[in-house]
């Protein structure tokens, strides 16, 4: 890459508008005739819109895209496409097609926006998708990702936010991506580590999913751009609670020193700002605290289980090889949204 070219300035879902941005503008929406077919719109803050087209037929339609957040165009090809393929997942759909979505600066080496566009069409192949075309424009920095079309049965559509008291949260892969990214752009991530975190942002939902189908799920969402405690807000909706056991929740270790020495990105504390005031920590180490809230790019499923199947599906899922736990659980509303302690 010519020296000239600084590929990797800060991305991935760092990259997000807050959540309390979002919400104020989102809620200023003109929302037009109210639409039978709509299942989820943008109302509801989940992960992807679902259209149903006929009785056993429902369209999953979503959309990511963001800048780098490593060196390799490869790689970064292949994080931004799992991440967004990844809301299919959340929705319980199956990948059909992909739209390219690239900004791109017209002096750059074209080679790079190929070993980008090589990466994310192998991640869509590896969905079971079909990648049908796309949109580019010149830009001062690179930015891509996926439109995603998908399908679901509308009677096994997986909202964020129909946890019932008492079932069990699973998270399906480990923390700390975001702290380690930053890490590494100092030079300051070991080279372990940022392996371990490109394993796991290259790593597709579809194998969750896949053997969570088998179980009763109750909600489910990706863990993304709003951190854990963000998104794990969504899915209480106002009507729950949760109680987290953070030492139980997967962290790729080297994270905790990093956020020991302040390696945080702004995201970071938007999310903080955002949630912080609904959670209630108990003797949690600042480390793990800022790890909570740390923004996911490509990040596991949080998955809300009926009690008595957790302990099975977590099994199966690290028999599969994801370091799969279970976390905590979900309440009736307590005057604390979410505990995390020990």
């Excluded at 199956?94 to 600066?105: E, G, R, Y």
Aim: with cysteine.
């Amino acid at each position: 890459m010519a020296d000239n070219i600084v590929f990797c300035k800060g991305g991935g879902c760092t990259a997000k508008l807050g959540a309390g941005v979002l919400s104020r503008i989102l809620s200023r929406l003109p929302k037009g005739p109210e639409d039978p077919h709509l299942l989820v719109g943008y109302d509801s803050r989940d992960d992807a819109a679902v259209y149903q087209i006929s009785d056993d037929t429902a369209i999953v339609q979503t959309l990511d895209f963001f800048p780098p957040m490593v060196d390799d165009p490869y790689t970064f090809g292949q994080i931004a496409a799992a991440n967004a393929l990844s809301d299919i997942y959340a929705m319980g759909g199956q990948v059909k097609t992909a739209l390219n979505i690239v900004c791109f600066p017209e002096k750059w080496d074209l080679n790079l926006l190929g070993e980008i566009l090589k990466g994310g069409s192998e991640k869509v192949i590896e969905a079971g998708g079909v990648l049908v075309g796309g949109h580019s424009i010149a830009d001062d920095s690179v930015k891509y990702g996926l439109s995603v079309m998908g399908v679901v049965h509308p009677d096994r559509i997986l909202t964020n936010n129909h946890g019932r008291p008492g079932d069990l949260l699973i998270l399906t892969k480990k923390l700390g991506v975001g702290i380690l990214c930053t890490a590494n752009r100092v030079g300051e991530a070991s080279a372990e580590a940022m392996a371990e975190a490109v394993a796991s942002m290259t790593t597709l939902n579809k194998y969750a999913a896949g053997i969570a189908a088998d179980y009763e799920i109750h909600a489910c969402t990706d863990v993304t751009g709003f951190g854990l405690l963000g998104h794990l807000r969504e899915m209480l909706d106002g009507k729950l609670s949760a109680r987290i056991s953070w030492k139980q929740v997967p962290v790729i270790r080297e994270a905790f020193r990093h956020a020991d020495e302040f390696l945080l990105t702004a995201a970071g504390q938007r999310n903080r700002n955002f949630a912080g005031d609904s959670v209630l920590f108990r003797e949690v180490p600042f480390s793990m605290e800022e790890i909570l809230f740390d923004p996911q790019t490509s990040g596991g499923l949080l998955l809300a289980v009926r009690p008595d199947q957790g302990p099975a599906l977590e099994a199966a899922l690290r028999s599969s090889g994801l370091p799969a736990a279970i976390i905590g659980c979900l309440l009736e509303r307590e005057a604390a949204e979410i505990t995390v302690e020990p």
